[in-house]
């Protein structure tokens, strides 16, 4: 199965950065698009980026010019630099990927998330 592990997360301060990455590894045949959401407490899971596998970006209203998704095809890897950083950006961030597998049936392509890393934005 595939399995898709984020790390960057912890403690920064308003106005400061981080560099989220995630990592797919499994029977991947191939990627169509991977991601970063958000989940603040007591509220749902909305997307804050997302990139595909031709290169198109497309971002949440809210962090458009102060993030940049990117990727290494090569190391089915995707980062999510975040600059001038915000209180309302703390959440825990979630990795997805829109990833085809090779099954017994043929291909097949699926949604996966990973666990979350916590992103805390406190002075």
């Known amino acids: 199965q595939v399995q898709l592990v984020e790390s960057g997360g912890g403690l920064v301060q308003p106005g400061g950065s981080l560099r989220l990455s995630c990592a797919a590894s499994?029977?991947?045949?191939?990627?169509?698009?991977m991601g970063w959401y958000r989940q603040a407490p007591g509220k749902q899971r909305d997307l804050v980026a997302r990139?595909?596998?031709?290169?198109?970006?497309n971002y949440a209203v809210s962090v458009k010019g102060r993030f940049t998704i990117s990727r290494d095809s090569a190391k089915n890897t995707v980062y999510l630099q975040m600059n001038n950083l915000e209180p309302e950006d703390a959440a825990v961030y979630y990795c997805?990927?829109?990833?085809?597998?090779?099954?017994?049936?043929?291909?097949?392509?699926?949604?996966?998330w990973g666990q979350g890393t916590q992103v805390t934005v406190s002075s």
């Open positions: 990139i595909t596998s031709s290169g198109l970006t």
């Open positions: 997805y990927g829109d990833i085809v597998t090779w099954e017994i049936q043929g291909r097949v392509s699926n949604d996966y």
């Open positions: 499994g029977n991947i045949f191939s990627v169509n698009a």
